[in-house]
């Protein structure tokens, strides 16, 4: 999931881009409201952390031109304005939540997550296919070159989410907060387990080879990708 801060506050912005980072989460960080403006209207992101307060365009006419343009990506205001005008008005142009600095890093992490998981629009997609794996999201079924294969729910949910990022590195961290919803310890192997199970349904028997070990970075599904 990738995440764009618009803040100005220089400790603040470094302090959630790194929270939000060590959570899993790639992060973009714009000082000024017209830098933040401009990502977000070329880039794709999953979810916007906006100030109010900002230089050259407050965070009031950022989410506006959003909102005007169409982009629907789901929108917390952080902000020391805490009354209940301000509030209000926020939400009356289109933000999806609202906290009030000082915040809990905890509390913002929660809505974050919250954010996410209640998304922008339901999807009509309803199958996942790399290669001779198919995964069919409606009835939760795995096949792959026609054979039936039967996955826990944290299984599926982890193969779902290799199979959305075909191709991309996902870190042990994203893993953890994607698919157990918490912040990951090193000290332990749930991840290693899992992938390592999930890796002797899929893989073991079949050629080619789909979820592939980055020494030091974490995980990938890839069809093109030699082990």
């Known amino acids: 999931m990738k995440l764009l801060i618009v803040e100005d506050e220089i400790k603040i912005g470094e302090y959630l881009r790194q929270g939000l980072a060590e959570a899993g ?14 990502l977000a209207m070329t880039g794709h992101y999953d979810l916007l952390i906006l100030d109010v307060m900002l230089p050259d365009i407050d965070g009031w006419r950022v989410l506006k031109s959003l909102r005007e343009s169409g982009n629907p990506v789901p929108v917390l ?27 809990a890093f905890a509390e913002l992490l929660a809505r974050v997550r919250t954010l996410l998981r209640r998304g922008t629009a339901p999807t009509t997609e309803t199958t996942l296919k790399i290669a001779d794996l198919e995964l069919d999201l409606a009835r939760r079924r795995v096949n792959r070159t026609g054979q039936r294969i039967h996955l826990s729910v944290k299984e599926f949910a982890l193969l779902e989410l290799l199979m959305r990022r075909q191709g991309e590195v996902l870190p042990r961290s994203l893993i953890a907060s994607q698919v157990w919803d918490m912040n990951f310890d090193s000290d332990t192997n749930v991840i290693d387990v899992a992938i390592r199970r999930l890796r002797a349904k899929i893989d073991d028997g079949f050629e080619p080879r789909l979820i592939h070990t980055v020494r030091g970075m974490g995980y990938m599904l890839d069809a093109e990708t030699g082990n």
């Open 25 to 38: 989460f790639v992060v973009d960080l714009a000082r000024n409201g017209r830098n933040g403006q401009h």
């Open 77 to 103: 205001f952080l902000t020391a304005r805490d009354n209940v005008d301000d509030r209000v008005k926020g939400l009356e142009l289109g933000a999806d939540d609202y906290l009030v600095k000082p915040f």
